[in-house]
Nanobody, 124 residues
Framework: VQLQASGGGLVQRWGSLRLSCAAS????????MGWFRRVPGKEREFVAT????????NYADSVKGRFTISRDNAKNTVDLQMNSVEPEDTAVYYC??????????????????WGQGTQVTVSS
């Protein structure tokens, strides 16, 4: 599966932004999807994940209550709604896909396919 992330940009603190990830391939609905982010000099960080049927959502503690992950299997898309953003949310955001949903959903190596990333910058 090929992934294309979009929707990044510059947003003010406490503002909102919606990222989207478009997937190619007819088997999208069989993949669990995740969002990760990375800032320069740091490891890729888990943000959120969602199971193949829209259930089994999990979030990093740092975004819980502010971000929402969702998917539309008819459109082959997975979105990340980001509300009440903070400067600490500034990063390149990546979407990822895995055919196997497991307890290691927060580990980048659990995902076989990655999008190219989209930059999110939160100004204070």
């Amino acid at each position: 599966v090929q992934l294309q992330a979009s929707g990044g940009g510059l947003v003010q603190r406490w503002g909102s932004l919606r990222l989207s990830c478009a997937a190619s391939g007819r088997t999208f609905s069989s993949y669990a999807m995740g969002w990760f982010r990375r800032v320069p000099g740091k490891e890729r960080e888990f943000v959120a994940t969602i199971g193949w049927n829209g259930g089994h959502t999990n979030y990093a503690d740092s975004v819980k209550g502010r971000f929402t992950i969702s998917r539309d299997n008819a459109k082959n898309t997975v979105d990340l709604q980001m509300n009440s953003v903070e400067p600490e949310d500034t990063a390149v955001y990546y979407c990822a896909a895995t055919p196997y949903y497991s307890g290691a959903y927060y580990v980048p190596s659990s995902y076989a396919f990655w999008g190219q990333g989209t930059q999110v910058t939160v100004s204070s």
